[in-house]
């Protein structure tokens, strides 16, 4: 149990005091990685301990990155997202602790409330373990308990897991360096001054190391040398100047970090692939993508948005491909509440032209339109093929958007021909499922591209259209007896739990599409989205599905 003296202790700076803190565990989930393992970017509603107990894996929390080494613990906040992969030969084992936290009312001990934020769990927070402490042992432990399906059991596994919580001390106890993390410290110095005069040396003898090892170690660690490391950091951050300011190409170098700019010119070309003056001519005009879909618009008229809603899970593909070449990141998560914090980073960063659709509030369409001259999109115009169209006559891109839709036609070509031979009159449903409820679903993209342009069969014809979106039970799923299922799981906590549920009871294994392993798993990014890219990519997911 929690000791006396973890019960009096008062953080520094705390609103919470510990006394007064109740834990409530969720769940309890031990994962065992292979090399090259992933497990996506999800969203978190809990609190989430992830200890490393062995091998190294890279996590992923929010927009930061960090590596993490066997007797490692990393915090995870409520509303937060994180990403976990292995990282290095060996894989790694982890163990996922998402808890609650209440806090008693002050003016009413008989009560309590749910706390979202502690300064004992800061997000992104590294805890420093005790070295006494045997991490993989309890770990182990609580985890068996947890699972064992005996309710004594899952009381000891509190008991193990408020043991843990006694040896993880205060950030402020100093952990062991040892190489790796001198390496990682030294990353963190390029990372902030990556427009200085880093050289091997330099960085080595920070490190403690020798030259010859540090460049070792760095490539091993980080998949690249050093100086391909700074040249990438100082080519997208030229990127980002291009893009947001008017300086001459000479000024940009130097920012950058280099004082000889033929030298830059042809270190930009050599990893972007064009010149600095092409490149900065196709980015004179900043036009801005107000949403997701919009920058899947742009990007099918070889427009790169200059700002765009972009975060590493509620849009990774266009964050992993464009996250680096689009200069301002707007907010990506919940668009409709958080649309303010979207407007005052387009007040400070003035872009020249604002791509909107046009289903916006009144109060958000003026203020939006006070910024910038606002070109929009018909949200209730389903065909994405017109609304390319339409926005390629309105800021001049009809060529590119002729040669994108040739293009796209083409892959469907080939993807039908893959789709009649794998499925042919074969009926398929798409089916998600969202904390613990199951709908028939069909998005906008789904009835246009996957029943549309691929020729699926669909098992269902809705009363609502084309479009719609309708709570359906296992039985009557069952009852369908559809041939294909293509599954939609959000990526959060407690929908993964539900999912993991779920498919261990008879009901769900006896569904036909089931027992006959045509259930296909697909993804909200791209299938949700309806853009040009968006739904190339997802034929591209067919054919993935289906070879």
Sequence with gaps: MISQNFHKERLMGSEHPLDRL?????????????????????????????????????????????????????????????????????????????????????????????IKETPLFRSGRELAVAPTLQLAFHCEEMNNLWHSGKAMDRFHAYLEFQQILVHVTEAHTSLKEDSQMLIQRTKEYID??????????????????????????????????????????????????????????????????????????RKFKKIVGVSPSVYMNSRRRKIAAYHIGVTGHLLALNMTPYAAPLHPKWTAYYYRMYGKDIPVHLSAYRLDVEWESKIQALQEHQPDLIISYDHLRPEERKRLEEIAPVQYIAASEHSWRLQLQTLAGQIGGEQDAEAWLASYDLKVQQAKVLVQQELGTDTAVVVRLLKQQFT????????????????????????????????????????????????????????????????????????????????????????????????????????????
């Design 192 to 265: 902030e001054h990556s427009n200085e005069n880093l050289t091997v040396e330099l960085l080595a003898g920070m490190a403690g190391l020798s030259p010859k090892y540090y460049v070792d170690l760095f490539k091993r660690r980080y998949g690249m040398s050093t100086t391909d490391y700074i040249s990438g950091l100082r080519i997208n951050r030229a990127k980002q100047f291009m893009a947001s300011t008017d300086l001459r190409l000479r000024d940009i170098a130097h920012q950058v970090g280099y004082q000889d700019e033929f030298y830059f010119s």
């Design 440 to 547: 028939r679903y069909s998005s906008p993209s789904m009835a246009e591209v996957f029943y549309g342009d691929l020729g699926v069969r669909p098992a269902y014809s809705s009363p609502q259209g084309a479009v719609y979106n309708e709570p359906i039970s296992l039985e009557q799923l069952s009852a369908m007896k559809v041939d294909c299922i293509f599954l939609m799981v959000c990526q959060e906590s407690e929908t993964l739990s539900v999912w993991e549920d779920v498919q261990k009871t008879s009901l769900w294994q006896n569904i036909k599409a089931v027992q006959n392993n045509r259930l296909y798993i697909i993804t909200a990014d791209p299938w949700l989205e309806n853009s040009p890219v968006s739904n190339e990519r997802m034929v591209d997911d067919m054919m993935n599905l289906l070879r």
């Design 22 to 114: 109740t834990l409530k565990l969720r769940d309890i989930e031990k994962i065992k990685f292979t090399t090259g393992w992933v497990l996506p970017q999800q969203h978190t509603s809990s609190y989430i301990l992830v200890m490393v107990t062995g091998g190294e894996a890279l996590l992923t929390l929010d927009h930061r990155s960090v590596n993490i080494r066997a007797q490692g613990v990393y915090s995870c906040v409520p509303e937060s997202t994180f990403g976990l992969a292995s990282f290095g030969e060996e894989g790694a084992e982890v163990t996922l602790v998402r808890f609650d936290l209440y806090e008693e009312v002050t003016d009413d001990t008989s009560s309590l409330r749910l």
